[in-house]
């Protein structure tokens, strides 16, 4: 990243290096949007790699010697990627899960909200004594709004593309929906078999035989909440009745760990969600904010220190962020003169630092705020800061859900599309903390420390 002190420059374009599917569905958006990571989105998926949804979760769901984990399937023609990125150590503390209905209860805490008419896809790979760790769970809606239904081999194709790189040893699977009916329940019950579910199960089976990885079982439940029963789809055959989720293992390690969880995914689109007084009050704001920023800028490039305009520009970023941590309120005026900030390209680059500093949740709070009151580029800017902040400390579903947002703002926003092609190929946190790195690195070069990072 350079050190270009204009305030206003056209955003640089960026390689993602991936392929273009087109014509290519995404529920959630009623368009067609081409999928830059070469991923499918014809189900809308929510990827959590690695230390982002389960850093505490141990699943002995794969005790080796057991006929009921035993991997099944030679590699076929298809192959998996050949370099698959480094895993992180086992965790130093874990939850041992081992029975389905702890691992089903334990879902809405590892995705991070409750989920509704979805396949929630976990990979596992390799632990100690025999066991699995629960490493990156995606989500699949089972419906679009338009009443289409996923695809098995869409789905199916989807997941090895995750579990390619990364060393997954296993895949396990639980269907939510409502609409599931369990066998023995009564032909007169209103809601869709299971048979209904066999195709996307072969499907998903197939697709990781060839690439050699165990699915070692798939279970269904109406909706993951107390009382409910679950039953299985594909595996030795089980059934029983769910807890409650809020007092399973799994959820209290992600409470105690500060981990929200929502009650649903509408939660999380609130977060971004545009809010048109906001966007009123600011919008009547933006123009003298800008005004006064170019006026800024003159005056820096007089004195010969143009970078002194970039300086200054972070130095009140960062005050309205130290602001927010206090417990402030950011009125209009000051979100428009922040929004105007950050069409700086070194004021900007900074910013990513903060995913990883003492005012991570300050600097999440004000993104989401700008997101919410922002339109165009501007809300892009905003939008992918809070997707990066969110993916580099394990909140996947918003991270998804905060990039979404950016590229229907701008869709060629490079960040955006950049952030959101790592989190759909399933790339780990740590492997994106060198941007937050090169934010420090921005920061220093205009001559601001931002001290050392936390996380």
Same mark, same amino acid.
């Given at each position: ?19 273009? &599917? ?20 014809? =189900?809308?998926?929510? @990827?959590?790699?690695? %230390? ?9 769901? =794969?005790?080796?010697?057991?006929? *009921? ?13 050949? &370099? ?35 396949? @929630? ?11 699995? $760790? ?10 679009s709004p338009s009443g289409r239904r996923v695809r098995g081999a869409t789905l199916a194709a989807a997941v090895a593309r995750i579990c390619a790189h990364d060393e997954a040893a296993e895949v396990l699977a639980v269907v939510v929906d409502e609409r599931a009916v369990e066998p023995g329940a009564g032909a007169d019950r209103p809601g869709c078999a299971t048979g209904r579910f066999d195709v996307l199960v072969g499907s998903l089976g197939r697709r990781l035989a060839a690439c050699d990885i165990s699915l070692g079982g798939v279970w269904a ?32 390690? /992600? ?18 969600? !545009? ?8 919008? *009547? /704001? ?9 006026? !800024?800028?003159?005056?820096?490039? #007089?004195?010969?220190?143009? $970078? ?7 130095? /009140? ?19 428009? #003169?922040?929004?105007?900030?950050? !069409? ?15 005012? *991570? ?11 919410? %009151? ?6 892009? &800017? =905003? ?32 960040? %955006? ?6 989190? !759909? ?15 420090? #690195?921005? *920061? ?12």
């Amino acid at each position: 990243m350079t050190n270009s002190a204009t305030p206003f420059p056209a955003p640089e374009p960026v390689d993602a290096g991936c392929t273009v &599917e087109d014509d290519t569905f995404r529920p959630g958006t009623g368009s067609h949007r081409s999928s830059p990571s070469g991923v499918s989105s014809e =189900a809308e998926m929510c @990827v959590s790699p690695a %230390a982002m949804v389960a850093p505490h979760s141990y699943s002995r769901t =794969a005790q080796s010697g057991t006929s *009921a984990w035993n991997p099944g399937g030679a590699a076929g023609d298809a192959r998996c990627r050949d &370099e698959p990125p480094p895993f992180r150590d086992t965790p130093d503390h874990v939850v041992c899960v081992d029975d389905p209905a702890e691992l089903i209860a334990g879902v809405p805490a590892m995705l991070g909200f409750t989920p509704e008419r979805s396949v @929630v896809v976990l990979v596992l790979r390799h632990g100690t004594a025999g066991g699995a $760790i629960v490493d990156a769970v995606v989500r699949f809606d089972l419906d679009s709004p338009s009443g289409r239904r996923v695809r098995g081999a869409t789905l199916a194709a989807a997941v090895a593309r995750i579990c390619a790189h990364d060393e997954a040893a296993e895949v396990l699977a639980v269907v939510v929906d409502e609409r599931a009916v369990e066998p023995g329940a009564g032909a007169d019950r209103p809601g869709c078999a299971t048979g209904r579910f066999d195709v996307l199960v072969g499907s998903l089976g197939r697709r990781l035989a060839a690439c050699d990885i165990s699915l070692g079982g798939v279970w269904a439940v109406r909706a993951i909440a107390a009382g409910q029963r679950w039953w299985t789809l594909a595996g030795p055959q089980r059934h029983g009745v769910l807890r409650d989720p809020a007092a399973s293992l799994v959820t209290l390690t /992600h409470v105690l760990d500060g981990r929200p969880i929502r009650g649903s995914r509408s939660e999380l689109t609130a977060l971004v969600a !545009r809010d048109p007084l906001a966007h009123a009050e600011v919008a *009547a /704001h933006l123009p003298d904010a800008l005004a006064r920023a170019r006026e !800024r800028y003159a005056r820096a490039a #007089r004195r010969g220190d143009p $970078i002194g305009y970039s300086r200054q520009a972070l130095d /009140h970023v960062l005050w309205q962020i130290a602001n927010t941590a206090s417990g402030a309120a950011l009125m209009a005026p000051e979100l428009a #003169r922040i929004a105007a900030a950050l !069409r700086d390209k070194a004021v900007r680059d900074s910013m990513f630092a903060l995913a990883v500093g003492d005012n *991570a949740d300050a600097a999440e709070a004000v993104w989401a705020a700008l997101t919410r %009151a922002l339109s165009g580029a501007d809300r892009a &800017e =905003a939008a992918a800061l809070l997707g990066y902040s969110a993916y580099v400390r394990g909140d996947g579903p918003l991270a998804g859900i905060a990039l979404e947002a950016a590229l229907e703002a701008d869709p060629g926003h490079p960040m %955006a599309m950049l952030l959101d092609t790592s989190l !759909r190929l399933g790339m780990r946190p740590e492997q994106l903390r060198r941007l937050a790195h090169s934010g420090y #690195r921005t *920061a220093a070069g205009l001559g601001v420390d931002l001290g050392a990072p936390t996380s």
